[in-house]
């Protein structure tokens, strides 16, 4: 390897022996201290081989006295490989003149990379970097990175840190933005009953609870104090957090008729027809011979490309109705007036699989045409309220 | 003469433990396989064909077939060849 390596940067030639005792001639080249290498006998009288370029100009003579006669067929390794090269010179200009132009170009900002930015638009950072000559294009030398970061922190409020480095013509901005802190650590408060209601279970989170299941709490009561001792005993004032239910009660007053009126068709129907062109109207059978009725109205245009045509037609039939009062049996009528009170319960967000325990009261009312029933439902709630400290 | 000289020099070696090739000038003949041979301390090549080559040696004509034989290498005592190699033997003559 490192024999092959050293023929080719001495160079070498493949030579062709034409002759009828080519292995004398090889005992003979050696005999000189001529090494080959790479023989092959193409044909009975042909053998190619490799001999360096030095020796070459020792191996006429020997020929001389053989017979054989011997071509190149191709030159090898650096010397002939320079030569080559010399014919070109321009190449090599142009080798230097591209690598001139790489190390030219090399010492400007290509592109610009920004990373860490949320808050920050990539605008305003770009603006502020821009005013500073660091865009893409510019040189690297005239500006530094120091300067940079400085104005990109004193400028923009938002940003904790900045850093500008290089890779090649390739500019990193990385910056860090303030976060605000959390708004919970910043508050302070009390949790604070939101309603009347008898305390069930107490759940702190933070701070320190003011009351125990089985306690009665009046709407405004504190149940958990903001204030509370860290795990290191130190009195700390914060956000009070946890849930505290409590059975609370809900009235609701729910009524009912005993009577119901009902509308009903009689069956007999009249027909009115009217043709309506442009502004005059055609009607046919206009008078209606019913007290009480009902209308259907049917209208009947045509529409062509989206330009209603002025003829219309219209049909109203008359159902002549009469009314009926139906007597609702008590019970029904108790029915309806819970549900309608249940119904003014979902307003505060209570519904009937809520409800621990029911209580329907009924309420006399002078008149006897319906009834009246009160609805007390008491059910379990979350009662904690936050009362920030002013 | 020369060959009582031989035997002396064959007795000394053998006492002396020393390699033979060195002082007798015996051909040394390595081989990888079939396929490639370096024979060193040869005495000349007698002929080349991509099927046979013959090389003079002390010990006699080293006779190598094989097919697609190429010569790799050719220095003063030493050549190199790889191909296909079939055989190897001594020839006396």
């Known amino acids: ?390 | 003469m020369a060959k009582s000289v031989d035997r002396i020099i064959k007795g000394f070696t053998a006492v002396m433990d020393m390699p033979s090739d060195v002082l007798m000038d015996m051909p040394r003949i390595r081989m990888m396989g079939n396929v490639e041979l370096v024979v060193e301390n040869h005495k000349g090549l007698l002929e080349y064909t991509p099927k046979t080559i013959r090389l003079r040696t002390k010990t006699g004509i080293l006779i190598i077939h094989g097919r697609r034989l190429r010569i790799l290498f050719f220095v003063k005592d030493e050549l190199k060849l790889d191909g296909h190699i079939v055989s190897v033997a001594f020839s006396e003559h």
Not at chain 1, 231 to 246: L, N, T
Not at chain 1, 277 to 284: M, P, S
């Open chain 1, 1 to 390: 390897m490192i024999q092959s390596l050293w023929f080719w940067l001495m160079g070498y030639v493949i030579v062709k022996f034409k002759g009828a005792s080519i292995e004398c001639l090889l005992n003979l080249l050696i005999d000189d201290g001529i090494s080959v290498w790479s023989v092959e006998r193409v044909t009975t009288d042909v053998i190619v081989a490799q001999v360096s370029v030095k020796d070459f100009r020792r191996l006429r003579p020997l020929l001389w006295k053989l017979n054989i006669r011997v071509s190149i067929v191709g030159k090898k390794g650096l010397p002939f490989f320079w030569q080559k090269f010399r014919r070109r010179q321009f190449l090599i200009v142009g080798l230097v003149i591209f690598l001139l132009i790489l190390y030219y170009l090399s010492g400007f900002i290509w592109f610009i990379q920004l990373e860490g930015n949320e808050e920050v638009s990539k605008e305003d950072i770009f603006a502020i970097l821009k005013q500073q000559g660091l865009q893409a294009g510019a040189s690297k030398k005239d500006f530094s990175p120091k300067a940079m970061e400085t104005a990109l922190l004193t400028q923009i409020d938002q940003l904790s840190w900045a850093g500008i480095s290089f890779k090649g013509s390739l500019v990193k901005v990385q910056v860090v933005e303030r976060s605000t802190p959390d708004q919970a650590t910043i508050e302070s408060g009390d949790l604070v009953a939101s309603q009347d209601g008898l305390v069930t279970h107490v759940l702190t989170f933070r701070g320190t609870p003011n009351v125990q299941p089985g306690t009665t709490v009046r709407k405004g009561d504190i149940l958990i104090k903001g204030n509370y001792y860290d795990m290191y005993g130190r009195a700390q004032v914060g956000k009070a957090e946890g849930v505290v239910k409590a059975r609370v009660w809900y009235e609701a007053v729910g009524e009912a008729a005993f009577r119901r009126i009902k509308q009903q068709r009689t069956g007999k129907t009249h027909v009115v027809s009217t043709l309506t062109i442009g502004e005059r109207k055609l009607t046919y059978n206009q008078e209606v011979p019913y007290a009480k009725y009902i209308v259907e109205r049917e209208e009947f245009s045509q529409t062509m490309r989206g330009y209603t045509l002025p003829v219309r037609f219209t049909r109203s039939t008359y159902h002549e109705v009469f009314y009926e009062t139906r007597v609702v049996p008590e019970s029904e009528a108790k029915e309806m007036a819970i549900s309608r009170a249940w119904a003014a319960l979902a307003a505060f967000d209570i519904s009937k699989d809520m409800a621990r325990a029911t209580q329907v009261e009924e309420i006399a009312i002078t008149d006897q045409y319906g009834i009246r029933v009160g609805l007390l439902v008491e059910v379990e709630v979350d009662i904690a309220a936050f009362l920030p400290k002013p």
